[in-house]
């Protein structure tokens, strides 16, 4: 059941706050074994957590939207409006399914509203109709991560700056965006802004965008968004954001930045601002349950996803640790080990081979070692590369007319072991799994090599590939 109540107090088995992947999945799983089980979300608009309204779902939706853009009636304004309204009605979708699958548990109570603790088993919920304290034996905080903030002057105060959040709901496209911070989050807002024909400048304060990534192939992939009109300004050190009136016209911004020691500026009609995120707990007052967190804010956690206090768990992003649903998911596996007494409970060191991708277009995905990584570690590596292009097994990449990109796999000379791939070609997000899995469980990189896989796939890129090492 839902509520917004008025002062009250509920005993729980289990608290979650936070709707997330994590605490939901465990929200479920202990309410379905007929323990009473409360979950806190501050608001309606996030049930299901951060991957269905604010991350992952809407900005891949926003990027399909993009790609499928290419319908010349329709201009880049209205396709753009049309794919906002698109996302919103996915999202919608999403929120209610997730909502309908914790109100059908009898045993499980959905409370909307701000969560703070009053001592280490006791939480008080209120929100504009009251205030409700639960109290619980165990606690899972999944409160999330939400967008970084800066002290760059003049940018607390213009009006068209803005979060990925807020973007996300701009109905209007703007005709100049600006992205502070060359990360996941900058570089795929703007690559799916200028695939609806906005100009956009990325401002990166470090020497490179996608540092960590093969050195050929983030020299590509900043090549291809260049040619798709993403203009990408490295060591560009922010100073100064001014919001410019116009008599007649919405406000813009001019942000100002050195390049090289020279001060330049590039207008814009919406500044993104992409600098990181920060968990989300200032609200929680986590001092009065004893609970410990990092000087950034992040709950501190052990193996076992405990807190400083034993029967307070944290999972997800409120960790401070890879920023992924997945992990999110993986940590919700661990906690319910330790709440159910398995023998051999999860852990967290225990995560091998976890695979990340950039969702640009085509996707960049990776998982293990580069190969400098590989080679600085002490290997002794082979290694496989290729264009996707020059790959004659990929028909696949050539029928849905993505045939850009690079794949590369690296590989222990002496025991055929995989250590790393990157894959940037189209669906390199389905793909990397495939070597994420081999890696965990030993499959070789010959044996990956002489598989069968289905025509015409992304997949078979194997056959061939993994043909080249050398």
Not at 60 to 77: D, I, N
Not at 142 to 158: E, H, K, M, N, V
Not at 333 to 343: N, P, T
Request: proline content about 4%; aromatic content about 4%; overall charge negative.
């Amino acid at each position: 059941m839902t509520h917004i109540v008025e002062s009250t107090a509920i005993e729980a088995d289990l608290l979650v706050i936070g709707f997330g992947k994590g605490g939901k999945t465990l929200a479920g799983d202990v309410g379905r074994a007929g323990q009473r089980v409360v979950l806190v979300e501050q608001s309606a608009q996030m049930f299901g957590g951060t991957c269905i309204n604010t991350g992952c779902v809407p900005t891949k939706s926003m990027v399909y939207q993009g790609e499928k853009h290419t319908a010349p009636h329709l201009s880049g304004e209205l396709a753009y409006a049309a794919a906002v309204a698109a996302t919103e009605r996915l999202t919608a979708g999403l929120r209610s399914a997730n909502l309908a699958a914790l109100e059908s548990i009898p045993s499980v109570t959905v409370l909307i509203g701000t969560a703070t603790f009053l001592d280490a088993n006791t939480v008080q919920v209120g929100s504009d109709a009251g205030a409700v304290t639960v109290s619980a034996r165990q606690i899972v905080i999944g409160t999330g991560a939400r967008a970084g903030t800066t002290d760059i002057p003049g940018l607390a105060d213009c009006p068209v700056a803005v979060t990925n959040v807020e973007l996300l709901h701009q109905t209007a496209r703007p005709e100049r965006l600006v992205v502070l911070g060359g990360g996941f989050i900058g570089l795929e807002f703007a690559s799916m802004y200028a695939a609806f024909g906005c100009s956009v400048t990325i401002l990166e304060q470090h020497p490179a965008v996608l540092a960590g990534e093969e050195p050929d192939i983030a020299d590509l992939a900043r090549s291809l968004l260049a040619a798709r009109g993403v203009d990408i300004q490295t060591g560009a050190d922010v100073v100064d954001v001014q919001t410019v009136l116009r008599p007649g016209a919405a406000p813009m911004a001019r942000v100002q930045y050195l390049s090289d020691g020279q001060s330049v500026s590039v207008d814009a009609d919406t500044v993104l601002v992409a600098l990181g995120r920060m968990p989300n707990t200032s609200a929680l007052r986590l001092d009065r349950a004893g609970v410990q967190t990092t000087d950034k804010g992040a709950v501190v956690v052990d193996d076992h996803r405990r807190t400083s206090v034993p029967h307070i768990f944290a999972v997800g992003d409120v960790t401070g640790g890879p920023q992924f649903t997945y992990i999110s998911l993986d940590d919700y596996r661990i906690v319910a080990d330790q709440l159910s007494g398995v023998d051999e409970p999860r852990r967290a060191s225990q995560r091998t081979a976890v695979p990340t991708c950039l969702f640009l277009t085509p996707p960049l995905a990776r998982v293990g070692l580069t190969e400098s990584q590989a080679r600085s570690a002490g290997y002794d590596v082979l290694v496989a590369a290729s264009p996707v292009a020059n790959l004659a097994t990929v028909a696949r990449a050539r029928i849905v007319e993505q045939a850009e990109g690079m794949m590369k796999v690296v590989v222990d000379a002496t025991t055929d072991e995989i250590l790393g791939a990157t894959l940037w070609c189209h669906d390199a997000h389905e793909v990397i799994n495939i070597v994420a899995l081999a890696m965990r469980h030993g499959i070789t990189a010959g044996a990956l090599r002489d598989e069968i896989y289905t025509h015409p796939s992304m997949s078979e890129c194997f056959n061939q590939l993994l043909g080249l090492l050398a």
